[in-house]
């Protein structure tokens, strides 16, 4: 949303910027390193740290800063009060248990995909069994690169072509797996598939052994506001027996859920 520049804040969207460095690779960022991320000086990034710290959003040493569980409330907060979540999370819930498998609702944001509910085990069972799993780290907020996911490629077809062609301009697509596409061509085909079955299967590009189907999820004005995935292990099954097994039961799923979002 764009606002006139006199309505802008810029105090609260400098703490924003430096509260969202914080991520996997970061646990912990003293003042350069927060100023790097959220570009701005180290000063600035310092105060910022220092005023999450007094409200209890973060914690320290004196020197370096870390997430404190304070910061739940707000995701807490969305999904408590947030429609989605609510409307979806039944329907998941109810997915997973008839046929095993774990399944995530994702909307897109920016470059990358926001897990907004989920059901299904989160790793492999002792013996092994691949049939009840989970990526590694998934949970409710989890943040995944959109290039890189069955879930993200679903949302990026489904943008206007204009909208999609400036996602892509510019941008370089990180390698995250030996198998993630990376080429801006190919990705751009990729995502042409995924407009065109309405279904998209990613295998091994985001994490080493996880396979995903992603189809979209529709309003009933017809546009997309999410995608739901399963997943499953490339050991245990092909994306051809993956897609012939949950595709039609996923998308059935897709048309009950319309009416409600």
Same mark, same amino acid.
């Given at each position: 949303?764009?606002?006139?520049?006199? +309505?802008?804040?810029e105090?609260?969207?400098?703490?924003?910027?430096v509260m969202?460095?914080?991520?996997?690779e970061r646990q912990?960022?003293n003042?350069?390193?927060? %100023?790097? #991320? @959220?570009?701005? &000086?180290?000063?600035?990034?310092?105060r910022?740290?220092?005023t999450?710290?007094?409200?209890?959003?973060?914690? &320290?040493?004196?020197?370096?800063?870390?997430l $404190?569980?304070?910061?739940?409330?707000?995701?807490?907060?969305?999904?408590?009060s947030a429609?989605?979540?609510?409307v979806?999370?039944p329907?998941i819930?109810?997915?997973?248990?008839?046929?095993? =498998?774990?399944f995530? $609702?994702v909307?897109? +944001?920016? +470059? *990358?995909?926001?897990?907004?509910?989920?059901a299904?085990?989160?790793r *492999?069972?002792?013996?092994? +069994? @691949?049939?009840?799993?989970?990526?590694?780290?998934?949970?409710?907020?989890?943040?995944?690169?959109?290039?890189?996911?069955?879930?993200g490629?679903v949302?990026?077809?489904a943008?206007?072509? %204009?909208?999609?062609?400036?996602w892509?301009?510019?941008?370089a697509?990180?390698?995250? &797996?030996?198998?993630?596409?990376?080429g801006?061509? =190919?990705?751009?085909?990729?995502?042409?598939?995924?407009r065109?079955?309405?279904?998209?299967?990613?295998? /091994? =590009?985001? =994490?080493?052994?996880v396979? $995903?189907? @992603?189809?979209?999820?529709?309003?009933a004005?017809?546009?997309?506001?999410a @995608?739901?995935?399963?997943?499953?292990?490339?050991?245990r099954?092909?994306?051809?027996?993956?897609?012939r /097994?949950?595709?039609a039961q996923m998308?059935?799923t897709?048309?009950e859920l #319309?009416?409600?979002?």
């Amino acid at each position: 949303m764009a606002i006139a520049k006199a +309505d802008l804040i810029e105090g609260m969207a400098k703490g924003m910027a430096v509260m969202e460095s914080f991520d996997t690779e970061r646990q912990r960022l003293n003042a350069t390193l927060a %100023s790097q #991320r @959220a570009g701005i &000086t180290r000063a600035a990034a310092r105060r910022h740290l220092l005023t999450l710290a007094h409200l209890g959003y973060l914690e &320290t040493d004196g020197s370096w800063f870390w997430l $404190a569980p304070k910061v739940l409330r707000l995701s807490g907060s969305y999904l408590a009060s947030a429609r989605l979540p609510r409307v979806l999370q039944p329907t998941i819930n109810r997915l997973a248990a008839q046929t095993g =498998e774990s399944f995530s $609702a994702v909307v897109l +944001d920016g +470059d *990358e995909v926001v897990i907004v509910a989920r059901a299904g085990r989160e790793r *492999e069972t002792a013996r092994g +069994d @691949a049939r009840h799993m989970m990526a590694y780290g998934l949970h409710l907020g989890a943040r995944l690169p959109a290039h890189a996911t069955s879930t993200g490629r679903v949302l990026l077809a489904a943008l206007p072509r %204009s909208q999609f062609a400036t996602w892509m301009k510019g941008r370089a697509l990180q390698r995250l &797996t030996a198998h993630t596409v990376t080429g801006a061509k =190919e990705f751009r085909a990729v995502v042409a598939q995924a407009r065109t079955d309405d279904f998209c299967i990613a295998s /091994e =590009e985001h =994490e080493p052994g996880v396979l $995903a189907l @992603a189809v979209p999820l529709r309003n009933a004005q017809g546009r997309t506001v999410a @995608a739901l995935n399963v997943v499953a292990s490339p050991q245990r099954v092909t994306p051809a027996a993956l897609q012939r /097994e949950m595709l039609a039961q996923m998308l059935d799923t897709a048309r009950e859920l #319309r009416a409600l979002m």
